[in-house]
């Protein structure tokens, strides 16, 4: 068995090594700057800092991954990479260059650890193959759940921003003034959702029409209560309703919801608490109860039973 792993490690570096070497740091530089005129001077360099070194070698990793960028799977995971604030171009290269080497460096790992164990081959190869499989999903997990830690942080700073917004709206401002104004003013407290309405406001500049510029903020943000403030949005805007009061109508609608949310919620800490109640708060009480009399019994009756 030891043999086996050392002959698949041999393979696997082998086989890396030259295709890494090819691609990420054999590059006809001389020719290029040759053809072109532009000869690259290093003391005139930039630094470049060690972080954006090594996103760049993930994204070209990525690029070696083979890849539809028209399939369903490419197109749901730029969308979570966007709802999880990575806008980068190279975004899902480095996704896919993270996936690359995690899954490489946990199976090799696991295969080190497992190497000492007294476990049987099979064992041993359930294990390695579960880290491959774990440092193949662990990139999307993670991009997953910071894309929900952000549409937490947007769902939590909605209120003020549509509070602002009416406030904006009343006070004699046009709705692309007040969605730019909340952006600047939220631009600390609430981060992400600033950054969101910005983007709207870029989009808008650029000469997209309001609806659709607020249908993309929908999509990006994919928040359900997002989704309700802009078709809200959008039918005050087709109709030709009063923007100010829509907005004041659907900011109370979200007052009475996120207080039966509240209500629900502690509605439902009874029945939550059964189960710590009975694994973890009757042990502790039947040990201190009942123990002393079973001790008892054991020191006192038991000896006068086998004396009988």
Not at 94 to 103: C, F, N, P
Not at 239 to 261: C, E, K, N, W
Not at 263 to 289: H, R, S, Y
Request: charged share 20%.
């Amino acid at each position: 068995m030891p043999l086996l792993f050392s002959i698949i490690l041999f393979v696997l570096l082998a086989a890396l090594t030259p295709i890494l070497a090819m691609k990420l740091w054999v590059r006809p530089r001389a020719a290029i700057d040759r053809i072109t005129g532009e000869a690259a001077d290093a003391r005139t360099r930039v630094p470049v800092h060690p972080s954006l070194v090594f996103r760049d070698m993930l994204a070209r990793l990525g690029a070696l991954v083979p890849s539809r960028p028209a399939s369903p799977t490419t197109r749901r995971m730029e969308k979570r990479l966007v709802r999880a604030g990575y806008r980068h171009p190279h975004a899902l290269r480095v996704l896919y260059g993270a996936r690359l080497i995690s899954a490489i460096i946990l199976p090799l790992a696991a295969a080190v650890v497992v190497w000492r164990l007294h476990l049987t081959a099979d064992m041993k190869m359930l294990v390695v193959g579960g880290a491959a499989l774990a440092g193949y999903m662990a990139p999307g997990s993670l991009v997953t759940l910071k894309a929900r830690r952000r549409q937490r942080r947007i769902r939590r700073g909605l209120p003020d921003a549509l509070d602002l917004l009416v406030i904006c709206v009343e006070s004699g401002l046009g709705l692309d003034q007040a969605i730019m104004q909340v952006a600047k003013e939220l631009e600390i407290a609430h981060a992400d959702i600033s950054l969101e309405f910005a983007l709207v406001n870029l989009e808008l500049r650029a000469g997209k029409r309001r609806a659709e510029a607020l249908r993309n903020l929908a999509d990006r943000t994919a928040v359900e209560e997002l989704r309700k403030l802009v078709a809200v949005l959008i039918q005050a805007d087709r109709f030709g309703t009063g923007i100010a009061q829509s907005l004041r109508t659907h900011s109370d609608y979200m007052r009475v919801q996120a207080r039966q949310i509240a209500e629900e919620k502690a509605a439902k800490v009874g029945v939550k608490l059964v189960f710590p109640i009975f694994f973890c708060i009757l042990p502790t009480l039947f040990v201190v109860t009942v123990g002393p009399m079973a001790m008892r019994i054991v020191r006192e009756m038991l000896p006068m039973m086998n004396n009988l």
